[in-house]
């Protein structure tokens, strides 16, 4: 049975783990309480950020060294070989960082390494629940490779952000789709993290909704500063975890960002997702796209609320894009459906310069009414076998 998290009713691709051959501390062997794992998936331009998230965990809540809690940290920068580190803290309060696993140079955005250092987690931190934290690059749902090499008509202009958001995921070229995502998670996590770009997303919740209870993401782009680790740990290690806080501490990081004047670093949308009630949203939207064909065929996208910028058009706000093409009584009943599924949302009015108008917490693809790459790409969801959206 689904567990009520603390302060709501009961109710973030990336790439990731590996190993052929590693070297590890054995023995710990008892039952834990709850088991967090921030993967680092870092061997990229992002390095210095995760040592810079990494320095700010230390600075914060951490489980005593005899503690029932664990907090792990999968941990490959550019120009180190990956290794699995417990974080704690010992009598005096030091941080301290016990390498439970070191391994020979992998490429952390394959799902094998993931699954690998997951299975290895499970094995030494045997537990009650598991929570999981995927950090890197991402691009939602689109296909490997595609937002990197698909050329905006922005092209000959410069993106005056490119340093500071997470907006593409790679290790040396490779990276991670969401179906493969899935696959390589070996077993069901209590909840999922995403502190990467554009995971908030329909396609995403809903191909994950088998392995995991609650989902925390963002449909737009999230800064390469991430979620504000010295806050958010101890509310994730609590007896009822409280993902609704976590959101809230990040929403306020940034939101304070522009407490004088607006920046670009007062940038930020997140939400909480329960993933128990996506096949009851999945039905009602099934029914809304079957019975609108003309009015999808005929909407002009560019109206529905965006959550991407340049002509990067592959996420759009769920909910306007609903509302554009329902009848009323149809919107009464995806409403309904869809406050189940986004418990919890929050944004700042702006995201890199974004309007953020209709915000429903949740993004969709939009098909172009002339089916290319993409629209065949889609109809391989979960979420498009069950809802019909490309037909």
Not at 23 to 38: A, P, Q, S, T
Not at 106 to 130: E, G
Not at 360 to 387: C, R
Request: glycine residues 6%.
């Amino acid at each position: 049975m689904k567990k009520k998290l603390k302060g709501i009713l009961p109710l973030t691709l990336i790439f990731f783990a590996t190993l052929f051959t590693s070297c590890e501390k054995f023995g710990i062997g008892e039952d834990y309480n709850r088991v967090v794992l921030l993967y680092l998936a870092a061997n990229n331009n992002l390095s210095g950020y995760a040592e810079d998230n990494i320095d700010a965990l230390k600075a914060g809540y951490l489980p005593g060294e005899n503690e029932l809690d664990i907090m792990l940290v999968y941990r490959h920068l550019s120009g180190s070989n990956p290794e699995l580190i417990r974080l704690y803290r010992d009598a005096s309060g030091k941080a301290v960082e016990d390498i439970v696993a070191v391994y020979q140079d992998q490429n952390s955005a394959t799902p094998l390494v993931l699954r690998s250092v997951l299975n290895k987690m499970k094995s030494i931190f045997p537990a009650d629940d598991y929570g999981l934290i995927l950090w890197s690059h991402a691009t939602g749902w689109l296909p490997k490779g595609y937002y990197s090499r698909t050329k905006s008509a922005n092209a000959l202009f410069e993106d005056p952000y490119a340093d500071i958001v997470k907006s593409f995921g790679e290790d040396r070229g490779t990276e991670m789709e969401i179906t493969d995502l899935k696959n390589a998670l070996p077993f069901d996590f209590e909840f999922i993290i995403f502190d990467c770009c554009f995971m908030g997303g329909i396609e995403t919740a809903y191909e994950l909704r088998d392995k995991a209870e609650y989902i925390v993401a963002s449909p737009t782009e999230i800064l390469a500063t991430g979620f504000p680790y010295d806050k958010v740990i101890r509310p994730m290690l609590e007896y009822e975890a409280d993902l609704s806080e976590v959101c809230n501490i990040f929403y306020n990081h940034y939101k304070a960002q522009g407490a004088e004047q607006p920046t670009a670093f007062n940038s930020a949308t997140i939400a909480l997702y329960d993933t128990d009630e996506l096949d009851n949203l999945a039905s009602v939207c099934r029914q809304i796209f079957e019975g609108n064909r003309d009015k999808i065929a005929a909407l002009d996208r560019y109206s529905v609320q965006p959550y991407y910028r340049f002509d990067k058009d592959y996420f759009f706000d769920l909910e306007h894009f609903v509302s554009k093409i329902a009848t009323p009584l149809q919107l009464t009943s995806f409403r309904e459906a869809l406050s189940d599924v986004v418990i919890a949302k929050w944004n700042t009015p702006h995201v890199l310069g974004i309007p953020i108008e209709n915000y429903s917490g949740i993004s969709v693809y939009i098909p172009k009414t002339t089916a290319g790459e993409l629209e065949q790409f889609y109809k391989g969801f979960s979420w498009n076998t069950d809802t019909k959206l490309v037909n």
